[in-house]
């Protein structure tokens, strides 16, 4: 078994930590804006200083290969983000590329003979912060379910409300022109020159902590529902209109919410929903509200769970506190199961190297699962203190990291030795 | 008695209607803006035409006086507003400046003997839409709870959340240097040049079209307080984190306000309260929302009811859903009641004119309330068409604001002989 660099891990969590810094230990880092481009710079630098070849495609997706001893044969890639959620922290995909970077070190380092090429990468915008949607490279390139043309030039209005992010109706596409990262399409991962994709990732949740566990073997993306709820109330003066005239939107919305938490909880306790957004017109506190909507986003693996959510929402009343309801799906995504030999090779590595460990599915998305629907694909998780994450108290510690970089590289050089 | 000319209201409505119309039935007129500035002209040519004085006060706020045979006794004010709320309708306010004006048209064209001067009145920014707070005028001018230059010097950056008006930053103090109406601070209304105001309105609720009234004779503004309650939560993601390590605080929004409901349902029948905006953070449906606020706005004429509200505040629950609990008060106001003899002269006034009519009270806020400070004061509703207000809807038939027109005529003319 080979271990890799904490001291070397340590110093990067530490680098990368700067590009973005908002000031209070966590970091602010938009796909492609300056301060992602210095994470990908110093990527660049520590990769070429070990001797890797770096190449970029078409969506600025970028690639830093050590070649193998038969650098014919298709390589093996590890890959996450760089891009962060606002006053997001700092683990969340950077861990991924510092994972990866720390295997091709451990190995330019201990000199491992390894017969393909081992490739880092870095994803560009999995977050979709200033450019939804999230996983849009991913999605581009292993699983173009959109036009691309339609997730390039997307203008998201409607992010200036949710995010205050000025330049919201820049595109994506000339942020892409101004990034020099720009590359060619014909540098895109694909099935015929990798054979495999692997991904470390912080959990993002609590489960690993709780139990104690140093490392997650992830087995696959839940499945996933998400709807908006609608309730029409009418707009009444708050002074004048007698309780018994009113219909109060939000009212009604606060019954429903009520309702699902209700039926919800009926169903099996892995379910995890979650209603995160509220709309509420006019939203004037001398106003009763006319229309309330509000997401739900429901999580399972098994299918049959996610019907059972689905048949919930079908069953909410027609009518509550006086105030029309209705429905509308989002979107929805099955779930996306890992490739079973690489998921062995990820136990088997954790299990030699001692680490305590558990089976795991992930509740979020990752570009790794939009890959698994193109090659073999599987992710590695490492706690997240308190679960939290996707805020600037996300942690990690670095034994914690190493450890997950350590289960990677053994993982990785498994899938090199068949 | 004397009454008013169908004729001569319905033109008016309908030539006033035009000054913002936005084009489904509607109007949107902020204060001091060019269409608020086109209604001010026409009142000026009409007030002209019928050789009333005017003046403008150091608010802008706009007085045409037709002379009484002893003018030097203190003057009888008919007054209203002519801005509105954002797609709002074509009677809040300007109906009561209508009706002054037909007043004094009607004492003009039939050559009504007055002792008194009479003065057709309009306030400038009642509705506070684009300039908070509402009623700025009479608050500065009859009861001046906030220091002058902090109204009109007072900047609303969250004017851009909640109502898009792009020069919201823009203060009311510049909007009144170039409205060409910043007259002399003298002119202001006053007790001493002014012995009694009226205003007449839209009932902005169903009481009256519900109860088959013609008219509603005011006898108070409700007193009301306003608070704000917050939830704390904890942000998580909502892909990976158990529903038991939950913390969200819009769920336990949602059990505060159906609390809320529950108990304050339980006092007097006449109370109204609302919920009518609320805020969550960060408000993205994958995330576990840490933080919502939400206003709780109640009115009552009691003082007592209202106490009994503010215990229920006081006694939701420190802990929801593992969620802490807080409340802050934003505002209150104590009920104002309408001067007794200014009351009956109207009640007299409608029985002798022979309309049906009920005692009725003022759930919304008026300058009456503030101008009630000052001097004795009172109201006179007409119905609103299915209780709708600030909203484009809104409706009252010409038929009825002519006979609030002619109820406010003959109250003045009771006003006028004591």
Redesign the interface.
């Known amino acids: 078994m080979y271990e890799c660099s904490l001291e070397r891990m340590t110093d990067k969590i530490k680098t990368m930590s700067q590009f973005g810094d908002a000031g209070h230990g966590g970091i602010t880092r938009y796909s492609l804006s300056p301060e992602a481009l210095q994470a990908r710079g110093e990527f660049v630098r520590r990769m070429e200083a070990i001797g890797a070849t770096i190449k970029f495609d078409d969506m600025a997706n970028l690639y830093a290969t050590l070649p193998g001893s038969e650098p014919d044969l298709p390589g093996i890639v590890m890959a996450s983000h760089c891009d962060s959620v606002k006053n997001g922290g700092n683990y969340d995909g950077i861990l991924g590329v510092m994972g990866a970077m720390e295997v091709l070190e451990t190995v330019a380092d201990q000199n491992i003979p390894h017969k393909h090429n081992l490739t880092a990468m870095i994803w560009t915008n999995e977050e979709g912060s200033l450019y939804p949607p999230a996983m849009m490279s991913s999605g581009v390139i292993c699983y173009d379910y959109l036009p691309e043309d339609i997730r390039v030039n997307f203008k998201h209005e409607d992010m200036l409300k ?1 995010t205050s992010v000025l330049d919201a109706t820049k595109t994506f596409g000339a942020a892409l022109d101004a990034s020099g990262y720009k590359g060619d399409k014909a540098n895109r991962l694909n099935n015929k020159d990798y054979k495999a994709m692997f991904e470390l990732h912080i ?5 690993l902590e709780a139990a104690g566990n140093d490392i997650g073997v992830v087995t696959c993306v ?1 499945g ?1 529902v ?1 709807y908006t709820i609608k309730v029409y109330g009418q ?9 018994k ?1 009113r219909q ?1 939107a ?2 009604g919305a ?2 429903v ?2 309702y699902l ?1 209700d039926e919800l ?1 009926k169903l099996d ?10 709309f ?1 017109h ?8 006319d229309y309330v909507e509000f ?1 739900l ?1 429901a ?1 399972h693996e098994k299918p049959e769970v996610i019907e059972q959510v689905v048949k919930v929402i079908e069953n909410i009343p027609k009518e509550v506190v006086k105030c029309k309801t209705d429905y509308e799906i ?1 979107w929805t995504r099955d779930t996306v199961y890992y490739d079973k030999e690489l998921v062995s090779y990820v136990q088997e590595s954790v299990d030699e190297l001692g680490y305590s460990n558990q089976k795991i599915n ?4 990752h570009d790794a699962q939009f890959a698994a629907y193109m090659l073999p694909t599987t992710m590695v998780f490492v706690p997240s203190k308190d ?5 600037e108290p996300e942690y990690t510690s670095p034994e914690q990291c190493t450890q997950g970089a350590s289960v990677l590289l053994n993982a990785v050089l498994k899938c090199d030795a068949k």
């Not at 959990?203 to 489960?207: D, F, K, L, N, R």
């Not at 707009?235 to 309780?243: K, Q, V």
Request: proline share 8%.
């Open positions: 949710s959990e993002q949740g609590p489960i839940l996933m998400n707009s009444d003066h708050a002074g004048t209109t007698p309780m005239y109060d939000l009212y606060s019954k919410l009520q938490h909880d306790p892995e379910l995890v929903y979650t209603t995160g957004e509220i509420c006019p939203n004037v506190h001398t106003v009763i509200p997401s986003d999580r989002a992930s509740g979020a998305g679960g939290h994450s996707h805020c």
